[in-house]
């Protein structure tokens, strides 16, 4: 429960390089808070979370990684 331990304030974000998954949207938290709260259970959270359609995000953590990878292609100026 990756979200869930980074709400907590838990640092688990460090220990790696990149992250990828969905975004927690105000539908995703919800379910989330339900959960911390101790108002659903982990398998009922778990189907409801299941039924949302992902919108997924990444984040670089290493900045070697993303010196590496990450390459700036410019700008468009759009009227």
């Known amino acids: 429960m990756f979200i869930v331990a980074n709400r907590k304030g838990e640092k688990i974000a460090n220990a790696y ?4 998954g969905g975004v927690a ?3 995703v938290i919800d379910t989330i ?3 911390m709260a101790g108002l659903m259970d982990v398998n009922t959270a778990l189907i409801r979370l299941a039924q949302h359609l992902p919108n997924n995000q990444m984040c ?3 900045q070697e990684l993303t010196d590496k990878y990450l390459i700036f292609d410019g700008t468009e100026c759009i009227e």
């Open 17 to 20: 390089d990149y992250i990828e």
């Open 25 to 27: 949207n105000d539908r």
């Open 33 to 35: 808070n339900l959960y």
């Open 60 to 62: 670089l953590l290493n």
